[in-house]
């Protein structure tokens, strides 16, 4: 029997990943909520939804196709994937609406805690004969007066070169293309990987019904991923994209915004590309 590779990845098995990661790390559904506020905002949602159903006349065959659809989302696991892609940006876009510094952005539901760490400079764990461009990153991590945040903690995740994220599709080692790095005295990290390129979301599953259905597509542009913090500074979850990639204008989950663009130049070295970026943290 050959082994499964991550080509062999399904939407439902990484749907049910992604509920696994999600449920660990989630409160318990009624946490931090009153009654005042689910009701306020159970009646406005509950009332839009009304509102489409009789402006645009909905019939029941319609109906029936979004029960079915609904209960497809769940029974895949999707409901991660499908609310971190199409409401997940605007959550963000509220809740980070007043924050100075740099723009964070949706962490979608690749994010898996717990990844190694390493000082300074590293090259993310990865295979011996992991495909994909070299790319050097090198990233500044200040706090808004300027001061350099020495031992700030720069934790990157990323598809691989085929587009598939480790502990999400089959093959990939665990912590492949992820990890945790500590900044320098001088508050810098240098990174070595891979460079991502644009992946469609899975789309084998509900949510890839949907997009086929509407005529949409299911493509994010090459992105890596970032949570960044340092004492006495809120956290920032973001992601970095690349000036003029392909699917920047139209992204699938919503997620870009103009400053998270990395410019890509060749390496001092000749070994692939580098880029650098500044991460300007907000006090706590
Ligand atoms: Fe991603």
Request: net charge negative.
């Amino acid at each position: 029997m050959t082994q499964a590779t991550e080509l062999d990845a399904t939407a439902a098995e990484t749907g049910a990943n992604a509920t696994k990661v999600f449920q660990a790390k989630a409160k318990a559904p009624t946490a931090g909520t009153n009654q005042e506020r689910v009701a306020e905002l159970a009646t406005e949602v509950l009332a839009a939804i009304h509102d489409v159903i009789r402006r645009h006349e909905l019939t029941y065959s319609e109906y029936d196709a979004l029960k079915a659809w609904l209960i497809k989302v769940g029974q895949d696991g999707e409901w991660p994937l499908f609310l971190d892609v199409f409401i997940e940006h605007a959550v963000e876009e509220v809740v980070n609406a007043d924050r100075p510094g740099s723009k964070g952005t949706i962490e979608g539901p690749f994010y898996v805690p717990g990844a190694p760490r390493a000082d300074g400079e590293v090259t993310l764990p990865m295979r011996a004969d992991e495909a994909g461009t070299p790319l050097l990153f090198r990233a500044h991590v200040r706090s808004r007066d300027g001061a350099s945040l020495p031992g700030a903690q720069v934790e990157v995740w990323q598809a691989d070169d085929a587009g598939f994220y480790g502990q999400f599709a089959p093959g990939i080692p665990e912590w492949n293309l992820r990890g945790v790095v500590i900044a320098d005295a001088d508050g810098t990290v240098t990174i070595r990987t891979i460079q991502p390129v644009p992946y469609q979301i899975p789309h084998d599953g509900a949510t890839g019904q949907l997009i086929a259905a509407a005529g949409w597509h299911a493509w994010r542009p090459a992105h890596l991923h970032f949570k960044v913090v340092a004492a006495g500074h809120q956290l920032l979850t973001t992601q970095l994209y690349f000036a003029g990639g392909e699917y920047i204008s139209n992204d699938v989950a919503s997620a870009v915004k103009p400053e998270l663009m990395l410019h890509l130049k060749p390496a001092a070295d000749g070994n692939g590309n580098e880029v650098s970026y500044d991460f300007v943290l907000a006090r706590a």
